[in-house]
């Protein structure tokens, strides 16, 4: 439920009404717009008597919200939420671009790539430590040891990083990272984003091989319920029949999520495509459509990438993408509230 206050509510009713919803077991979630402020209610409100609240002076109108997303919908928080990243943003007026490889391989490649993306202009720096591969005999990431040469390169370049976790056991490493990764794969798992709700980082949710943008939105409500606020969709491709590409590049996504939600959305066009050549018109397609920004995998020996190597991008295929989407930024649709 929703409750949108008159403008200049007076405090002492405004007082006495949030102190009644508390009372009742409510959450509330405050959001001031440029208009209005709206009481975004969260819980159990089929208690309540509509009309009641209608009828209160500071009142204006209350509405029902009928999806089950509550914190992450946009019905709750009008305006576009804006994440700071370190020395960055995400979700605001900054186009972010993360980059760099798949996979951690060791110091010199993640140390290469992180300080070619940053001149081309990257605002962060990916790398995988913990690797969620489909084979048990593929390389599964240098782990710990990876980490810490990311967090290397962070020193170096000065990039916020940002990487994955697979399993809660991992989250102790993970204090120096400044966005925690939640892979396709752990898109509902279920526990861990109950735990990243808890903690105060930002979390890059992709969309998960098989799912709705619903059961996106659920699983970024798993964190918000848990008073992490600072989540970032990732749309990476959807299973579909079609196989000439790895997956589906869904950029319906974007306009469709941005409508919904009021989370910044970023499209992954390497691991929607599986193919390098395909990452430059779909990272202009997304920019085009009106995305936040882009994750996109970097290697500086594509050949011999330990993972991804025929998606990845080579620093200098990156330069030029970046050349081409700065390009067409200034006149690309703004997506956001919908009609
Ligand atoms: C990745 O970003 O390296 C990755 C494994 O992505 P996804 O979870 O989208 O497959
Ligand atoms: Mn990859």
């Given at each position: 439920m929703i409750v949108i206050l008159k403008q200049n509510p007076e405090e002492k009713q405004l007082g006495n009404l949030m102190a009644w919803l508390e009372s009742q077991n409510i959450t509330i979630h405050t959001s001031t717009g440029e208009m209005h402020t709206i009481l975004g209610l969260v819980g159990d409100t089929s208690h309540l008597d509509i009309d009641l609240l209608r009828a209160l002076d500071i009142v204006e109108d209350v509405k029902r919200v009928q999806e089950p997303y509550k914190n992450a919908n946009r019905k709750f928080h009008e305006d576009d939420t804006v994440i700071s990243v370190s020395n960055t943003t995400i979700g605001g007026d900054i186009f972010s671009v993360i980059a760099g490889p798949c996979s951690i391989e060791s110091e010199e490649q993640i140390c290469q790539v992180a300080q070619a993306v940053k001149d081309a202009g990257a605002t962060m720096l990916r790398g995988g430590a913990f690797k969620p591969r489909?084979?048990?005999?593929?390389f599964q990431g240098l782990r710990g040891e990876g980490l810490n040469l990311l967090l290397k390169a962070k020193k170096l370049t000065g990039l916020p990083v940002v990487t994955e976790i697979m399993?809660?056991?991992?989250?102790?490493?993970?204090?120096?990272?400044?966005v925690i990764q939640v892979g396709a794969r752990n898109m509902q798992n279920f526990e861990l984003l109950k735990e990243l709700g808890r903690t105060g980082k930002p979390i890059l949710l992709k969309r998960g091989l098989a799912s709705t943008l619903q059961e996106l939105l659920m699983s970024a409500e798993y964190i918000m319920a848990g008073g992490n606020e600072k989540v970032i969709l990732c749309e990476r491709g959807i299973r579909t029949f079609e196989t000439a590409t790895r997956n589906t590049l869904d950029l319906s996504a974007v306009p469709m999520l941005k409508k919904l939600s009021h989370l910044p959305v970023v499209i992954d066009p390497s691991h929607a495509t599986g193919i390098s050549w395909m990452v430059k018109p779909m990272a202009l397609a997304a920019a085009a459509v009106g995305a936040d920004g882009l994750m996109i995998e970097v290697h500086n020996d594509p050949k011999h990438a330990l993972c991804d190597g025929a998606q990845s991008l080579t620093p200098e295929a990156f330069a030029d993408v970046m050349q081409s989407v700065n390009a067409i930024l200034p006149h690309a649709y703004k997506a956001g509230k919908g009609v």
């Open positions: 489909t084979s048990p005999y593929a399993d809660l056991s991992q989250l102790n490493l993970f204090d120096e990272v400044d």
